[in-house]
């Protein structure tokens, strides 16, 4: 048996797991484990944009699952807010690619990387938890938040970490901050697909065998995530999202202070 065979299986093998893992993460605290298999999928895959393009659908998956297994959590003011704002962002965040396209005269954005973005978003988390002044977040803000989610989902891939602060700064049950948020991020991930398919020349029917089994891993990681997540108290689960969303923004900055040596 080939060498080269053995070490895809073995590689195809430690996404599966890890997708599933991941996913039940998500569904326990809500976050932490899109920005975790996006990780993950760097290590493994070697070309950033498909990693980012991949991670979108395996993520609008997972986040389709969520949303649908906590459907009646669902803060809809919010998610109607989101939505709203994310649709300039995401075109915006089209018009930013074709621009680079330009500049850099090449043939598609596959050919461009792009990966400044996320230890800014790690100092941002770092800000919003720990430095800025307390003051209750308004719905209006959700707004805005979508319209910044769109533009960077298409460049870092999990724009989870962005966006859950503002979600674990307003009083809502854990049900909803998991239902509302995925809901969110669904969107995201749905809207950015022609982006990839247009501008970065990505097939994804042509990688299905890839793809398919790390969707499977997801769903039913977040089906047993849903049945751990009952036996969680809400103080502890706002405790474990706080806790993970300051280990993601450290792991943001470290990663690219450690690229810097």
Same mark, same amino acid.
């Given at each position: 048996?080939?060498?080269?065979?053995?070490?895809?299986?073995?590689?195809?093998?430690?996404?599966?797991?890890?997708?599933?893992?991941?996913?039940?993460?998500?569904?326990?605290?809500?976050?932490?484990?899109?920005?975790?298999?996006?990780?993950?999928?760097?290590?493994?895959?070697?070309?950033?944009?498909?990693?980012?393009?991949?991670?979108?659908?395996?993520?609008?998956?997972?986040?389709?699952?969520?949303?649908?297994?906590?459907?009646?959590?669902?803060?809809?003011?919010?998610?109607? =807010?989101?939505?709203?704002? #994310?649709?300039?962002?995401?075109? !915006?965040?089209? @018009?930013?690619?074709? +621009? /680079?396209?330009?500049?850099?005269?090449?043939?598609?954005?596959?050919?461009?990387?792009?990966?400044?973005?996320?230890?800014?978003?790690?100092?941002?988390?770092?800000?919003?938890?720990?430095? =800025?002044?307390?003051?209750? #977040?308004?719905?209006?803000?959700? !707004?805005?938040? @979508?319209?910044?989610? +769109? /533009?960077?989902?298409?460049?870092?891939?999990?724009?989870?970490?962005?966006?859950?602060?503002?979600?674990?700064?307003?009083?809502?049950?854990?049900?909803?901050?998991?239902?509302?948020?995925?809901?969110?991020?669904?969107?995201?991930?749905?809207?950015?697909?022609?982006?990839?398919?247009?501008?970065? +020349?990505?097939?994804?029917?042509?990688?299905?065998?890839?793809?398919?089994?790390?969707?499977?891993?997801?769903?039913?990681?977040?089906?047993?995530?849903?049945?751990?997540?009952?036996?969680?108290?809400?103080?502890?689960?706002?405790?474990?999202?706080?806790?993970?969303?300051?280990?993601?923004?450290?792991?943001?900055?470290?990663?690219?202070?450690?690229?810097?040596?």
């Amino acid at each position: 048996m080939p060498r080269s065979y053995i070490k895809t299986m073995i590689e195809s093998i430690i996404l599966v797991i890890a997708a599933f893992l991941t996913a039940t993460l998500s569904a326990i605290i809500g976050m932490g484990g899109g920005v975790t298999l996006l990780g993950i999928m760097a290590i493994v895959m070697p070309e950033g944009y498909l990693v980012v393009a991949y991670h979108g659908i395996i993520q609008l998956v997972s986040n389709v699952t969520r949303t649908t297994v906590y459907r009646d959590a669902i803060d809809r003011p919010i998610l109607s =807010r989101f939505a709203m704002g #994310i649709i300039p962002g995401l075109i !915006l965040a089209a @018009g930013v690619v074709y +621009g /680079l396209i330009q500049f850099y005269d090449v043939s598609s954005a596959s050919e461009i990387k792009i990966d400044f973005l996320k230890p800014l978003i790690g100092l941002y988390i770092i800000w919003f938890l720990y430095l =800025r002044k307390k003051k209750p #977040i308004s719905d209006q803000a959700f !707004l805005w938040m @979508g319209s910044l989610s +769109g /533009l960077v989902t298409v460049f870092i891939g999990a724009a989870g970490p962005l966006i859950a602060p503002f979600f674990i700064s307003k009083d809502i049950k854990k049900e909803s901050v998991i239902a509302t948020k995925a809901a969110c991020q669904a969107i995201g991930h749905f809207g950015k697909m022609p982006i990839f398919i247009f501008l970065f +020349g990505v097939n994804y029917l042509a990688d299905w065998s890839v793809i398919l089994p790390l969707v499977l891993a997801v769903y039913f990681g977040t089906k047993f995530g849903k049945k751990m997540l009952g036996k969680l108290p809400e103080k502890t689960f706002k405790m474990l999202f706080r806790g993970a969303l300051t280990l993601i923004a450290i792991r943001l900055v470290a990663m690219e202070l450690l690229n810097l040596l």
